[in-house]
């Protein structure tokens, strides 16, 4: 047989997967999936799009293959597009799915036709098969899943596939036939299902799949309210009741119409769990040669979604009432019989209808026919003996061990065995391998446990001696740190008073430096000192001779008024005045003389005096001399006793800042040897907890 391979219409994001099988606990078909990798991931060869899996899927590892941003991509390159619309249309978009057709338009798609008339025309073949053909048996093939399923797995049950194409591509063929404007447009399908890619990938019919759930995405992300577009109506004639196609049943409700009865002879079923069991069921009773004497109904219909297309993968509806879905089906039903003459008139409705339908049908024009893919399916089944050791490498040795407790999301044992057996899944992931493992190791758990506790009980022996070791250096630190905190108390002290000497220091080097500028102006005053006392020296000793000289001329001069005398004795009575005169010379001369004598006697004591002076000036010079020296070398060893102060200052201020940073060492030594002391006590703690729980275990 011929593999046919199929496009993905579910995608795995395998980031997000984390092997949880659900999506093989919701999968129909169970092995398209691959969990021998960790990821489960798809076969999209033999998966049927049914989308179980995604809504399953609660960590959005699952996702839909939509076709939305090529559809947008060719309207905004202006290519020539036309759309078809699912009738599922009037749930997911209530009171709005003709506004949507306006929107449509406005992007630049040329005409919108609805999904529900082509579902007319579907109806009106299958009545018309039924009619001419009398099949026993048929199934109703609208839904893609069913028939990629029955075309995959159940190939036998292929020429019971109602041979007439879906109520979508009824639309496009009767476009192609009787809308030649449109001959060369692309056609984009807005549907509520994500297999409806398959259906136009087998048929060559249709280029995008536009799904509801998307295009209400697209337009709440850019903020699109379809309110504000017109209501446009369908570009095709109105269809009636088959609006009700996409509800589970609505196939009948439209067959009813033309075929009263036929809901007596049809079973109406639908959903994953539901369905292909059913149709399974329908194999084997054909294959064993069943099926006769009415074991079979005339027609199925049959739909893969519990909810029908209202609520189908491609739909934001999963979660959604029925009633809610189905309410504005049933509205639309109501206002498209009123179209055509209201629901008191069923007959003259049937025939109005069915002159319309028979303007858009022709024979062999909608005709199916179906490709047998089951050679896509190559898993080989176990015999017995390799069944058993398959259980025997799941460490299932009997019938008690086989629980088929669904963990591994095949149902039963023998599903996970025949997945092992392929290839599609590991023992790993079998709930009663895993805990076999954990009993086996059970043994050997309790013996590491004993031996855990008596390590702990040696380490908590040894975690106390920490302990205590930790504490009495925490006490260490606690001194060390008041210490420090002394020291630098005292040494802050010790700064404050070199500053403080330092400034008076600087003060008294000035006081010092005006003490040597006067001490030098003194001694330069002393030598003038000096010099002026030689020279008051030299000049007493000139005065001296001159007195000599005065003594001399007076005592000449007291010869001479001598002699005068003598002369005017001589002279008598004339000499008498003159000897007056004499007289006064004498006494002058005796007076000059005597005080010329006092004078000498006290220029002699000046003399003396100022030689003394002058001895003494000497040694007082000598001694300022001295003095300035010393006060020099005093004003140097203080400007040297000032750096060295301003030295010290610096350094302690180092000092200082050492001790401050010693301080907030200690400090955080102190805090960390407190956390350290905290988590002793919590490991120590900890590990009396793990002991605890190990004997409690145990």
Known sequence: MKTNELAAVIRVNEEKCVNCHACIAACPVKYCNNGAEGKVTINHNLCIGCGSCIRACTHEARLLVDDSKDFFSALDKKEKVIAIVAPAVASNFSGQYLNLNGYLKSRGVTAVFDVSFGAELTVFSYIKYIKEKNPSFCIA?????????????????????????????????????????????????????????????????????????????????QKINLSSFRAENYDNPPAERAVTFSMPGGLLVTAERNSPGISRVTRKIEGVHTIYPYLADVAKTICSGGGKNGELPLLVDCLNCEKGCNGGPGTRNGETPMDKLEAPIWKRRAEMEAKYGGSKSIKKNQKRVSKVLSRYWKKGLYNRFYQDRSGNYTLRTPDDNELTEIYKSLRKYGEQDLYD?????????????????????????CHHYGLSLIEQDRGTIESLNKNLNSQIEHSLGFMRGINDLIESLNKQIVHQASSIEESSTAIEDMMGTINNTAGMAQKKQSAIRDLVSNVEQSRASM???????????????????????????????????????????????????????????????????????????????????????????????????????????FAHTMTDLINSLG????????????????????????????????????????????????????
């Open 527 to 633: 030598q003038e000192t000096i010099e002026a006392v030689g020279n008051i020296s030299k000049g007493v000793e000139g005065v001296g001779a001159t007195i000599q000289v005065i003594s001399g001329i007076a005592a000449n001069t007291n010869l001479l008024s001598m002699n005068a005398a003598i002369e005017a004795a001589h002279a008598g009575d004339a000499g008498r005045g003159f000897a007056v005169v004499a007289g006064e010379i004498r006494r002058l001369s005796e007076t000059t003389r005597e005080n010329s004598r006092n004078i000498a006697h006290t220029l002699t004591a000046i003399v003396d005096g100022i030689r003394t002076t002058t001895i003494r000036s000497s040694a007082t010079d000598s001694l300022i001399s001295t003095m300035a020296e010393e006060i020099n070398e």
């Open 141 to 221: 093939q609208p839904c893609p899943a069913i028939v990629t399923y029955i075309e995959i797995y159940h190939p036998e049950l292929l020429p019971y596939l109602a041979p007439a194409e879906s109520p979508m591509l009824h639309t496009i063929k009767m476009i192609r036939e009787y809308y030649p404007q449109y001959k060369d447009y692309k056609i984009a399908v807005l549907s509520p299902c994500i297999a409806k890619r398959r259906e136009f990938d087998e048929t060559g019919l249709g280029n995008y799949n536009v799904t509801f759930a998307v295009l209400y995405e697209y337009l709440e992300r």
């Open 647 to 698: 030295e010290l200052s610096i350094g302690s201020r180092k000092i200082i800042d050492t001790l401050i940073q010693l301080r907030e060492h200690a400090e955080a030594i102190k805090t960390g040897y407190s956390n350290m002391m905290d988590k002793a006590h919590e490991l120590e703690a900890s590990m009396r907890s793990i002991a605890k729980t190990e004997e409690a275990e145990l």
């Open 405 to 429: 407790c669904n963990t591994c999301g095949y149902g039963t044992c023998r599903g996970m065995a025949v997945a092992i057996f392929n290839g599609l899944n590991r023992p790993e992931n």
